[in-house]
């Protein structure tokens, strides 16, 4: 069952994107569209286009946003941190491929 909000522009499925909001019937969420605009600076239009969205769809995506940013921001710092927290954890291959010619005088 899926719960449809901003008049039919966003939509939560729960399995589908970790349940998080997204534009209807595709796999794009709400945090893409975010990051896309707020964070990278790209237009509406210039993602409407990339995406084959309408401006609509993102404009709905931005509203949803601001209506619940807070908890959104919040899920947004939350998977920044399990990624930096994974980097520190993982071992680049390049990093250790690097070491070993370094050792080894190359």
Do not use: C, N
């Given at each position: 069952?899926?719960?449809h909000t901003l008049?039919?522009?966003i939509?939560?499925?729960?399995g589908?994107?970790?349940g ?17 605009h ?13 995406y ?5 769809d993102?404009?709905a ?7 619940h940013r ?14 930096k927290?994974m980097?520190?954890k993982t071992?680049?291959?390049?990093q ?7 050792r080894?005088?190359?």
């Amino acid at each position: 069952m899926s719960v449809h909000t901003l008049d039919q522009h966003i939509e939560i499925t729960p399995g589908v994107m970790g349940g998080k909001p997204r534009i209807a019937g595709r796999r794009i969420t709400v945090e893409d569209i975010v990051v896309w605009h707020e964070r990278m600076g790209i237009t509406p239009d210039e993602i409407a286009s990339e995406y084959d969205l309408t401006l609509a769809d993102i404009h709905a995506a931005l509203a949803y946003y601001f209506d619940h940013r807070e908890e959104l921001d919040r899920h947004m710092s939350e998977g920044e941190a399990f990624i930096k927290a994974m980097k520190e954890k993982t071992s680049s291959l390049l990093q250790e491929k690097l070491q070993k010619l370094g050792r080894h005088g190359r």
